[in-house]
Structure formats: C-alpha cells, structure tokens
C-alpha cells in the first residue's frame, strides 16, 4: 500500500516515522504529496491518504483506520475500538 502524506507537515511525517517504526517491512511505500504522480482529490488535501493495492484511495480516519490494522501491537488493537 502507499501512503501520501504532507512532506513538510511535523504532524504527517510524524505519523510516517510511528508507522515505518511499527509495520512490517514492505508493507506501506511512503510518498509526500509533494512527490505524488497519481491526481489527489481536492477533498483528500491536507490529510494522510492511503492508496490501496487495488487503486482506492482512503483518507482521514479511514486511512488511519487501514494503517492501523496493518501495524503492531499495540497499534493494531486501537484500531478496534
């Protein structure tokens, strides 16, 4: 999966570092938007987008949603609530 985050937002590539910390190796590619090649939705700016193997596109609590399902413990368990 790829995850398009805002490059020069400390909250965004703080959540890159926490996620590249805690998932499994290869799991997610990062790319900042500001490097981004596929057409972003305006209603997805200024938000972590996740775009899946099949091409969908997630943003806000469903993106975070979709990398926390896909990180270690303790990380995946929040997810559940």
């Known amino acids: 999966m790829k995850i398009y985050y805002d490059g020069v937002c400390k909250l965004c590539t703080g959540f890159v570092s926490l996620t590249k910390r805690f998932s499994k190796k290869?799991?997610?590619?990062?790319?900042?938007?500001q490097e981004a090649t596929i057409k972003i939705p305006e209603n997805f700016s200024n938000t972590v987008i996740?775009?899946?193997y099949e091409g969908k596109l997630f943003a806000y609590a469903d993106a975070v949603s979709l990398v926390l399902k896909n990180m270690s413990f303790p990380f995946r368990i929040i997810n559940m609530y």
């Not at 290869?26 to 938007?33: M, R, S």
């Open 50 to 52: 996740v775009e899946t």
């Open 26 to 33: 290869g799991t997610f590619v990062f790319i900042p938007l």
